[in-house]
């Protein structure tokens, strides 16, 4: 899924041109000037700030606004122009468009889009767009130029008026108005051969040709890597006239083979097998041992072929090394490979923080952000804004395995999903039960998706902080629901703690119905502590009922804890200053003797 464009907008006069702008760009979210923007998707209140967080983290910015104020504000962090987001301005009357910076990575064609939206001409500004309807150094999609570097004094020359020779076929430079001529010396070469140009030429890569590679589970990423640039040079083909790397489903979490596809930065696509055994009429080499083993005659060839599409052909045939298989198919035009077979699915296992955006972390913002599907328990998917196009998939609080089940399950079928968790996802949240379900997973596509989890911050750290810093020295966490945990194990545990002289942290302390565990693990803490022990109770961290009470053993009112209260109880270090808690970081006889940290 592309990374969402933000349209920044700074008044309410300016919404109703964002409504406009938000259809042209599914995906893109608001962003409102809290003080004078009612409503919007996501609210700030420094716009400077706003606008450098989302340029450096690489998000395309259309600023309904005046031009000068996304000037001023970008100004101070613009570097690497190739690697920098579109940004665009917008009158807030919607009456100008104008692309402000990364016309050829994508600015002029948002502008040209919203100019053509609200009835407009977009101000392109950038001399090749003008003068001649392309942009060399942004070919349509499916060709890549594979020296840009050479690109900008190359369009100079074309601009002070030198001919060029055309060596090869491209249609869109055809029709272009840059003049042609034989005998020239500038040259625009279309090669499907490795050719790194020069200052007098400009060389064009059709992404053309499609990888199908097979292998035996933990090949080197060396070995294959070897084998495709043996079949890539036998055939004297560049690798940027490929259009993927292809193969059997079975292979979807093989690492040498996305190892390859990231270090060619190629898309990894997938057929399952009944895909594959369709092509069997076009092998070069079909085989009854892989029919055997995988139930296609064949994977490298196949998935070549499956990829270049029905008039596609071999031009390297099955080549193996010892634990490895190529083929490469070519097709007649570029193939997009993000329309064949399916990507290896992702899931992420995302940690929201208590619930204060500005506790959640940039990673988890754009895990949810880029998800095709969010799964999980409604009020936590409210706490994020929504995605034109998300599927959101609520489950009641008690459902958490048949959570789980749908977002591996979605990530079998090849989407991107993010399984929402509070706090952090693996501190008595859903990460340890992904595992615990793909372990015991009957179905081996579950295993093949690929399973990340973004940390957040978790109650009890919020918690603290609110306090002070309790979890200075040593510290536990014990949940206090016996729902998956025997009582007598808790109690163990929480004579160990208190053995130990940890801070505590309680989890699930209390519920409407299940309040004498509370009762008895203040009882086990009293007993090995002083009544005076700080106690930290944290309700509702982070959210608008946030009410954070430091009270002692002796003092602890536990009608006040519910569920949704996090109890942090101090050891016998543990002690309050200026309505401060703190634990400090070691022990008076060992004090000084540690390194700062
Ligand atoms: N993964 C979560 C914990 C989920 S278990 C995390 O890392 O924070 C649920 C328990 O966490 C609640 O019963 C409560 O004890 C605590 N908790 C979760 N969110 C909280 C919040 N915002 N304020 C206080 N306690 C919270």
Known sequence: MPEAAAIVVLTDAGLKVAGHIRDCRPGARIHGYAPRVSGPDIAFDDVGAELRRLFAQGTDIVGVCAAGILIRALAPVLADKRGEPAVVAVAEDGSAVVPLLGGHRGA?????????????????????????????????????????????????????GEPCRMEGEAAWLEHSGVEFRSDAALAVRVTDAPDVGDKDTLVYHRRRFALGVGCERGVAESELADLVEGALDGAGLSPRSLAGIFSVDLKMDEP???????????????????????????LANPSETVFREVGCHGVAEAAALAAAGEHGTLRVAKTKSKRATCAIAEARSPVDAARIGRARGMLTVVGLGPGAPAWRTPAADRAIRDAAHLVGYRGYLDQVPAVPGQGRHHHRLGEETERVDRALALAAEGHRVALVCSGDPGVYAMAALVFERLEAAESAHWRRSEIVVVP??????????????????????????????????????????????????????????????????????????PPATPVIVARAVGRDAQAVTITSLRD???????MMTLLIVGSTETRVTGGHVYTPR????????????
């Open 108 to 160: 002029n064609a948002i502008a040209r889009r919203l100019g053509e939206a609200l009835g407009v001409p977009a101000a392109v500004t950038t001399t090749g767009d003008v003068r001649w309807r392309v942009a060399l150094d942004d070919p349509p999609a499916g060709w890549v130029l594979a020296n840009p570097h050479h690109c900008k004094s190359f369009m100079a020359r074309l601009l002070s």
């Open 256 to 282: 040498a083979l996305h190892a390859l596809a990231e270090s060619l930065a190629l898309p990894a696509r997938f057929f399952d097998p009944a895909m594959l055994e369709a092509q069997t009429p076009r």
């Open 456 to 529: 957040g911050v978790s109650a009890m750290h919020g918690a603290a902080a609110l306090a002070g810093a309790p979890l200075g020295h040593d510290f536990c966490a014990v949940s206090l629901s016996d729902l998956l945990t025997p009582w007598p194990v808790i109690e163990q545990r929480l004579r160990a703690a208190a053995d130990g002289d940890f801070v505590v942290a309680l989890y699930n302390p209390a519920s409407n119905r299940r309040r004498c565990g509370l009762a008895r693990a203040m009882e086990i803490l009293a007993a090995a502590r």
């Open 556 to 562: 602890l009112d536990q009608a006040s804890v519910d």
């Open 586 to 597: 070691g022990y008076r006889v060992k004090r000084g003797s540690e390194a700062p940290a």
